[in-house]
């Protein structure tokens, strides 16, 4: 398996402009997490889906983040407008439905809104 | 209650040294307690966990310590390597899945 596939990895955009951040879990993962990263608020989870129906969204920080599970192989993680204060590391993770397994995380997309 | 606090932030071992990173949690309905470690540029990546029914369990050099009376758990790295170096979380898993985090230490290993 190629492991939780995020793109892009990188991603540079002027504040006001749409952000689109995309992830491909592990095939029979139950489970699908977006994390967001800062080094001053550490690892913050977003918006988890429990086989793409979404389940927790309290972590999405304002109407601006969306995030939707069309199916169970994809995912995306929209945010509309940016801002500055968005750049972070935005992760993806899956886990099987036994979560005892752990998560298995993906590599990240690095946000950078100027 | 939800948080999950660790400490140190960083930590500078000597190489063959013990590397010991300590957490805390309120909730006593976390079931589930995972380590995570992160290299620059990757995500992070299961280490080891345990449940609270057990008090240590210990995988190679890695060794988690938990503590169910005071809810403290933490992880011990023996021998520790300048390969280790690298950002350490704890976590807790609560009834509703949510796996929470601690904030993160930085270790690094003085070859």
């Known amino acids: 398996d190629a492991g939780v596939i995020q793109s892009p990895r990188h991603e540079v955009t002027e504040m006001g402009q749409e952000v689109t951040l995309r992830c491909k879990p592990i095939s029979g993962h139950d489970y699908l997490f977006w994390y967001r990263q800062t080094m001053m608020r550490g690892l913050e989870l977003l918006i988890y889906?429990?086989?793409?129906?979404?389940?927790?969204d309290s972590g999405m920080p304002e109407d601006r983040f969306s995030a939707k599970m069309p199916n169970a192989s994809f995912s995306t993680l929209k945010i509309q407008p940016s801002e500055p204060r968005d750049s972070a590391v935005y992760f993806c993770?899956?886990?099987?439905?036994?979560?005892?397994?752990?998560?298995?995380f993906g590599s990240g997309t690095r946000l950078t809104v100027v | 209650q939800q948080q999950v606090k660790q400490s140190p932030q960083s930590l500078i071992v000597q190489k063959g040294g013990i590397s010991i990173i300590n957490c805390a949690y309120e909730n006593t309905a976390f079931d589930y307690f995972p380590w995570y470690q992160q290299f620059p540029g990757k995500g992070p990546a299961l280490l080891i966990a345990?449940?609270?029914?057990?008090s240590e369990k210990k995988e190679g050099r890695f060794t988690i310590s938990f503590n169910k009376s005071a809810k403290q758990f933490s992880l011990h790295i023996m021998d520790s390597q300048p390969g280790d170096s690298a950002t350490y979380f704890c976590a807790a898993r609560g009834p509703d899945d949510k796996i929470i985090f601690g904030k993160g230490t930085r270790l690094h290993i003085l070859p």
């Open positions: 993770a899956s886990s099987p439905r036994d979560l005892l397994y752990g998560y298995t």
């Open positions: 345990i449940r609270p029914d057990v």
């Open positions: 889906f429990n086989n793409n129906v979404p389940i927790d």
